[in-house]
């Protein structure tokens, strides 16, 4: 069996190398038709578009990614031609939340924010905004949340949020068609709406804030503050946006080794169910230093000031900041 896999999707050799003795790694953003045509099965991150143009006359039978978003997956033609494909919902919300808490703590610090007299808008309660809301509880953050799928008892509109909220925080997939379209959800009409002038944290989809919006509405006053990790256009991001915002990341809320883990094991089992093949032992994510103590400091784990500094330092490194990303650990 031959599989095509990115070769950023770390710690998977080995598990891949006891299912065939035929697998190819390559850039994600190269794989081309010539490179998949006789494969039987894909392993891609969100830099592989999987569609037609790619796939069509290949002897591909499944495409898995690993990860959360599967926006780059043409799931109804995938649909039509017989191709399995499936993501990995979860495997990095717990990583995301982590990004998330080490951002709110900043935030705090950097701007005097009390927690208990400050409220965090949270719009999306799925696998990473439920985890992004336990956060909140923990911090001692008053709470609102928006999630108009799930409508539940105690969710609130997304008005209330853009009226009370002092911290807005998106956590929803990019959706362009139906009732609960997410793209461009934060628009400039959005941000003329808001009334607290609130910090926004963008770590779901980049679409999901109007980059364009998001700066002037930034320049103008409109908001405080911003932290973008996901962007309109990657790798190919807005440079006078990235100076401007608080913290500006990689797209890599959700890189820590645990989640990517996570992920590896979570489309292993996919594939090796797809196929009929007997899973290999799970993968484990490397330990923490033998020397490591950790002294109850979050940021200890985790600062993403430190991912900021060398983007804004390097924008145009973009891409090479996620593909050699350091080991990053939540914390057991």
């Known amino acids: 069996m031959r599989i095509v896999i990115d070769d950023k999707i770390p710690y998977i050799r080995e598990a891949i190398a006891s299912l065939t003795d035929d697998a190819v790694y390559m850039d994600g953003a190269s794989i081309t038709a010539a490179d998949v045509k006789r494969a039987d099965a894909l392993l891609v991150r969100t830099r592989t578009r999987c569609d037609e143009r790619l796939l069509a006359g290949s002897s591909v039978r499944f495409v898995a990614t690993a990860t959360i978003g599967y926006d780059h997956l043409d799931t109804a033609w995938l649909d039509r031609a017989g191709i399995g494909w499936t993501n990995c919902p979860g495997c990095n919300a717990a990583s995301v939340a982590q990004y998330v808490r080490s951002t709110l703590i900043l935030l705090c610090r950097r701007y005097g924010l009390v927690p208990q007299e400050t409220t965090l808008g949270v719009v999306g309660c799925g696998h990473v905004g439920s985890r992004v809301v336990r956060v909140g509880e923990e911090m001692g953050f008053r709470l609102l949340v928006c999630d108009p799928p799930v409508g539940a008892e105690g ?46 944290i963008n770590s779901s989809r980049g679409a999901v804030v109007d980059n364009t919006a998001l700066l002037a509405a930034l320049r103008d006053g409109r908001i405080r503050q911003a932290v973008v990790d996901t962007w309109e256009g990657e790798p190919a991001i807005n440079r006078e946006l990235l100076d401007a915002v608080f913290i500006g990341t990689p797209h890599i809320a959700g890189y820590s080794a645990d989640g990517k883990v996570n992920a590896d094991n979570m489309s292993i089992a996919a594939i090796c169910r797809h196929f009929g093949l007997t899973p290999p032992p799970p993968i484990l994510p490397p330990p923490l230093p033998e020397d490591f103590v950790y002294t109850g400091d979050p940021l200890q784990l985790y600062d993403p000031m430190d991912d900021s500094r060398r983007l804004k330092a390097s924008p145009e490194q973009f891409e090479w900041l996620r593909g050699h990303y350091p080991v990053r650990r939540e914390f057991k």
């Open 155 to 200: 969710y609130v509109p997304l008005s209330e949020i853009e009226r009370r909220a002092d911290i807005i925080t998106f956590h929803v997939p990019l959706t362009k068609g139906g009732p609960y379209a997410t793209w461009h959800m934060a628009d400039d009409a959005f941000f003329s709406r808001l009334t607290r002038r609130p910090f926004v």
